[in-house]
């Protein structure tokens, strides 16, 4: 392992002896978050944390998170270091193309498996139970928060271990009936991004539609470069009784070239070669969704979704090779081409109640329920050169899942007491049939025929929670949590699709059950805290264990995961001051101090993948009024393994990078935007595959403009 330079450990010194962003007022009813996302010009910064009661949900008692990314200047490129930088317990996994994959204490972070994704509350996975891989995410141009549940705290959105990250989208304005901003943004390694948007409210309708586009060729020396393209449009009719349609139209593609991985010793000599000069992936979507919410009374709300979705995932890659080494010997002349679509169609409907006796509404109900099928052909091929995208078929299977999950939840409050038990039934139906499964030798000649595999499955499984919360001075709560999650079987681990892998009869599926207590508030206007202790306990894990003849698919073990969350903001110039003023510098502080080991199984004593002994991420802010903004953020994670074996080629070491950005108008039409990534340069890797280490990017810059009218 490397040690941080000393130069990197003063800068986070001083990163961390002074403070961020204040939250302003806090958003304690629905109207709050609707407005904050009305208008694309509107930058209300919003509290660090969601309010206990919003919409259709309630949140007292569960620690949450909300991303605002109006506290920073405009981050480019979809850079989710900078957009993470405000939330403790979440690890991005850097690579060179535009996906993101994010892990949470210690979970897989790969495609964010382990955490649901969703935009506007709504399911953004390829399939979110048997392929609960997130390859897109809507550009953070678009976006006005992101909201964070942590852990089983995120029960009404899904299953999972690691939370639910919801994008909350950009609605139209309504104090214009036309607006238009167009940004245009070029940088190092060839980089051009293009933001367009126009919005608007005319009488009882707002649209908003945009267009996004970003390409670059790459930081590698070669096959690592990328196109991407989006548009969207969306059109919110507010009806007489005060309810909302809310009709939206997505389409996204993107191709981007995968360079491979570097040995060790190779990515010691400062290397950026490309390992992998002909695998390349295309990623498309579209989708459609209707929202209808409405507001009956003061004491109620009802919100009800209808979406449908088609990805498509194609990949081409060459064969042979090994970690960190160009392929050679025969299977190099070949590749293995895997093409997947995933068509869903789901709906789900929430409701709210407040409830009380002799005329009182302290209690609240809420409840939901969702029906969500999906159909999910996948085809691999042989194909009979390194780069060819056509080939001979190997294998081929029809996927079905029929998803019916429902919760309830209540908050029953007694003055500055509440307690919130919830209950959460998933349902699930998956269905596997092979149609082809062959084994292909170099040539691409059948020598084998392998039996056909199936699987028609149901499962019913009850998930419960329990949250907890006091009110304190000075507004300030203690909360606690407790809930079970879940990890369903995914395809992959159903009917495998490799010919020499084979599934336990006794595979079940991992659960886990997270305890958490923590103490927040806003002492002042311009401070702000969240403090918290949690235990993450994750039985029956599934992994692969060799076999002769093979690997195994089956129940590798027990882990814990316990530690310590911290957040803190404050803004110096008006503690300085006494008051709030137009202009602030804001100091932020997030951590992560996490003790992670398996407890059970063949890697006992051994430390998950992805689980740092600690994640620090501190910065400044300056704001000057409406004119501009500069920031300087710096992260700072500990020594880990990308793989639960703890191999020394999969160790990676700590790392400290640091961001400066900065934008400022110009004119009231115009706005300069610019920064630095990875300002000190350093040389790191925060992701490890199969195929080799996946280095990050050195220092970089961008610059651009952006005119709004």
Known sequence: MTTLS????????????????????????????????ESEADETVQDLWLPEIAGASIFSGKKTTVLDLDKLPRIVGNNYRQALSQTPGLLLAEESTPLVSIGYRGLNPHRAQFTQMLRDGIPI??????????????????????EFLHGGASLQYGPQPGGALNFITHRPRTDKEFSLRTQHVVGSDDLYSTFTSADGTVGQLGYYAYFNHRQADGFRSSNSDYDLNNGAIKLLYTLANGGRLIFNADTYEETHGEPGGLSVADFALGSLAATRLYDEMTISR????????????????FV??????????????????????????????????????FRTL??????????GFGGETPHTFSAGVQVYHSNSPRRDYRGLTPAAEVGVLTNASEREVLYAPLFAENRFKFGKFSITPGLRV??????IRETVNRNVNNAGVVTGLNPLESIDDHSTVVLGGLGTEFELPASSTIYGNISQSYRPRIFSESVPTGPTTFVNGDLEEGKSLEYEIGVRGRPTEWATFDASVFLLQFEDQIGTVAIPGGTSLQNVGDAEHK???????????????????????????????????????????????????FILRSGFTFTHGDKGKVSLTGTLLDDHFADDAN???????????CDLTGEYKIHKNVRLIAGINNLFNESYYSRVRGDGIDPGNGRNYYVGTSFEF
């Open 426 to 431: 998933e349902n699930a139906w998956q269905d």
């Open 125 to 146: 996975h390829a399939d979110q139970f048997g392929y609960p891989e997130a390859y897109y995410t809507p550009p953070l141009d678009t976006v006005d928060r992101i």
């Open 563 to 613: 530690g310590i969350d911290l957040s803190l903001s404050l803004d110096l110039l008006a503690i300085a001051r006494g008051k709030k003023a137009t202009d602030s510098l804001d100091w932020f502080l997030n951590a992560t101090f996490l003790d992670a080991e398996f407890t059970r199984g063949p890697q006992l004593g051994k430390t998950p993948q992805y689980a740092p002994d």
């Open 346 to 355: 789901g709906a789900d409907a929430r409701y709210r109640r407040n409830w």
């Open 647 to 657: 191999t020394a080629a999969f160790a990676v070491p700590g790392y400290f990078t």
């Open 286 to 301: 579209d989708s459609v969704s209707l929202t209808y919410e409405m507001e009956p009374d003061a004491d109620s709300f």
């Open 6 to 37: 000393s130069r990197a450990a003063l800068i986070l010194l001083s990163l961390t002896v002074s403070p961020s962003v204040l939250a302003q007022d806090a958003m304690n009813s629905l109207e709050d978050l609707v407005v904050t996302a």
């Open 304 to 341: 009800a979704n209808v979406w449908w979705s088609e990805y498509q995932r194609f990949s081409k890659r060459q064969r042979g090779g090994g970690f960190g080494t160009l392929p050679t010997g025969g299977n190099a002349g070949t590749n293995s081409i895997e093409s997947q679509v």
